[in-house]
C-alpha cells in the first residue's frame, strides 16, 4: 500500500508531451556546487522537506560538484517515504566537460557522449530512468539534431523518459523539435532576466514546449536578503557574475528596494512576490528554486500561494521594469556558450 505526501502542490504540464509535475519545481545545484560550502545533512532534509511538501520535480546536473549532487539526491530519495520517492522526477543536464581544479573546457554532446553521460548519472541516480534529460548546453561542433537523436534513442531504450533542452535559441529549439518530442525547455527567466520573452518563449509555446524556470531569483540577487555589504564565500561564483560587482550591484538592490515595497504592501516577501511574477507568466512555466535550507525552501513554496492581479503586475512592472538589472547575467566567456543568446 502507498500513501501520498502530507501536502499536495497544485501542478502544470511540462509541454504538451512532457510529465505534470509540482508547479514549483527544486533545483539541486546550490547543495553541491558554486555558492561555497554546503551542509550535507541540511541538503538532504530540504529535498525531504520538499518531497513532503508535494514537490515531484528534482533538477540537477552530472556536472555539479563532478557527480556529487546526483548521488546527494540517490541518498536523499533512498532515504525518504516510498511514496515520496515514487513521486519524484528527475531533471538531469548533461554534457559540461570539468577539470580536476573545476574548471569548465566545453561541452560535448556527440551522441556517444550523451549515451556515456547517461549511463553515469543512471548509476550515480540510482535509478534504471531519467524523467528529463537535456544538454546543458548546445555543442557548437555537433547539430543539435545529432544530439536530440542520441537522446531519442534513451527514451526509445527506456533509459530516458522524456527530452529537454536548455538555454537554446529559438532557431536551435525548432530545429529540435523536428526531431523529436521536446518536453521543456530549461533557461533563465526572472524579474531581470526576460531575454526569452521576445521570440523564445513565443516559439516555445507554438510548438506546445514547456519552460522550466531557472535563476528565477537570480540566484538570490532579488531575493530580498542579499545586502551590500555581503561577503561572499571561496567559492562561490557570484564573485564574477557581473551583475553583483560594484556599481551593478548597487544599481540592482536599489530595484529590490523598489520591489520590497511592492512586497510589503502585499504582505509577502520580495522572494515571494519574484516567484510570483514568474509563475503568473503562464500555466506552461515551472519556476525552478534553488533553496538549500529549509526555511527558504518554506519561503518559496509560500509563493504558490500569492495571487497577483492586474494592479500588482503593473506595480512590479514599475518597480523591476524589463531591461532594467545591470550587469550580465554570466561573465562574458560564458555568455559566449549560450545559444539563446545569440
Not at 166 to 189: C, F, H, K, M, W
Not at 216 to 237: N, Q, Y
Request: hydrophobic content about 45%.
Amino acid at each position: 500500500m502507498t500513501t501520498t505526501p502530507k501536502t499536495s502542490l497544485p501542478t502544470r504540464p511540462l509541454g504538451a508531451t512532457g510529465p505534470v509535475v509540482s508547479a514549483l519545481g527544486l533545483g539541486c545545484m546550490g547543495m553541491s556546487a558554486l555558492y561555497g560550502e554546503s551542509d550535507r545533512a541540511e541538503s538532504i532534509a530540504t529535498i525531504h522537506a520538499a518531497l513532503d511538501a508535494g514537490v515531484t520535480l528534482l533538477d540537477t546536473g552530472d556536472f555539479y560538484g563532478m557527480g556529487h549532487n546526483e548521488l546527494l539526491i540517490n541518498e536523499a530519495l533512498r532515504t525518504a517515504p516510498a511514496a515520496a520517492r515514487e513521486q519524484a522526477l528527475t531533471s538531469v543536464k548533461f554534457g559540461a566537460l570539468r577539470t580536476v581544479e573545476g574548471g569548465f573546457t566545453g561541452y560535448d554532446g556527440r551522441p556517444a557522449a550523451v549515451k556515456n553521460f547517461a549511463a553515469y548519472s543512471l548509476q550515480r541516480l540510482g535509478t534504471d530512468h531519467i524523467d528529463v534529460y537535456r544538454i546543458a548546453r548546445v555543442d557548437p561542433d555537433v547539430p543539435i539534431e545529432e544530439t536530440v537523436g542520441a537522446i531519442a534513442e534513451l527514451v526509445e531504450a527506456g533509459h530516458v523518459r522524456h527530452i529537454g533542452l536548455s538555454e537554446v535559441g529559438a532557431d536551435t529549439l525548432r530545429r529540435a523539435a523536428a526531431v523529436a518530442p521536446i518536453a521543456d525547455l530549461q533557461i533563465e527567466y526572472s524579474l531581470v532576466s526576460r531575454s526569452v520573452e521576445e521570440k523564445i518563449l513565443p516559439t516555445a509555446r507554438e510548438l506546445g514546449i514547456g519552460v522550466t524556470a531557472y535563476g528565477v531569483l537570480s540566484r538570490g540577487l532579488i531575493s530580498g536578503h542579499f545586502t551590500r555589504d555581503r561577503e561572499l564565500a571561496p567559492g562561490d561564483f557570484r564573485g564574477m557574475s557581473p551583475r553583483f560587482q560594484g556599481e551593478n550591484l548597487d544599481r540592482n538592490l536599489d530595484l529590490v528596494d523598489r520591489l520590497r515595497a511592492v512586497a510589503e504592501a502585499k504582505g509577502v516577501t520580495v522572494a515571494q512576490t519574484a516567484i510570483a511574477w514568474v509563475l503568473a507568466q503562464g500555466q506552461d512555466i515551472v519556476p525552478l528554486v534553488g533553496a538549500r535550507r529549509r526555511d527558504r525552501l518554506a519561503e518559496a513554496l509560500g509563493a504558490l500561494d500569492v495571487t497577483l492581479d492586474a494592479a500588482d503586475l503593473a506595480a512590479i512592472e514599475e518597480a523591476v521594469p524589463a531591461g532594467a538589472a545591470a550587469g550580465a547575467r554570466y561573465p562574458e566567456a560564458q555568455m559566449a556558450h549560450l545559444d539563446s543568446e545569440h
